[in-house]
């Protein structure tokens, strides 16, 4: 059973870069599609960005393109999400997820796999 840990959330400025990171163990990770969703409180998680099991396909919600850059190193058994110019509204925890599927999917009933998320704050 695949196990993922996220780390790299924290504390910062609207405007500003974070970049978290998610390691998977347990598994084979290549064999995976990769997701990143989030939760703002009072809010339904939602999709953020996903990965397809190469790295060659990505896919953004709307908000987060030109910002966000979803990436994976599959030597490394980890997939990683740069975010700049980040806003008040990106505030969330962000969860990485796990799909044996065939192809990157947004919805998250899809995803087999699921971390214990990493707070982001983005003050204003």
């Known amino acids: 059973q695949l196990q993922l840990v996220e780390s790299g959330g924290g504390l910062v400025q609207a405007g500003g870069s974070l970049s978290v990171s998610c390691a998977a163990s347990g598994g084979t990770f290549s064999r995976y599609v990769m997701g990143w969703f989030r939760q703002a409180p009072g809010k339904e998680r939602e999709f953020v960005a996903g990965i397809s099991r190469s790295g060659g396909t990505t896919y953004y919600r709307d908000s987060v393109k030109g910002r966000f850059t979803i990436s994976r190193d599959n030597a490394k058994y980890t997939v990683y999400l740069q975010m700049n110019s980040l806003k008040p509204d990106d505030t969330a925890v962000y969860y990485c997820?796990?799909?044996?599927?065939?192809?990157?999917?947004?919805?998250?009933?899809?995803?087999?796999?699921w971390g214990q998320g990493t707070q982001v704050i983005v003050s204003s």
């Open positions: 997820a796990a799909d044996l599927g065939a192809g990157v999917t947004t919805r998250q009933y899809n995803y087999d796999y």
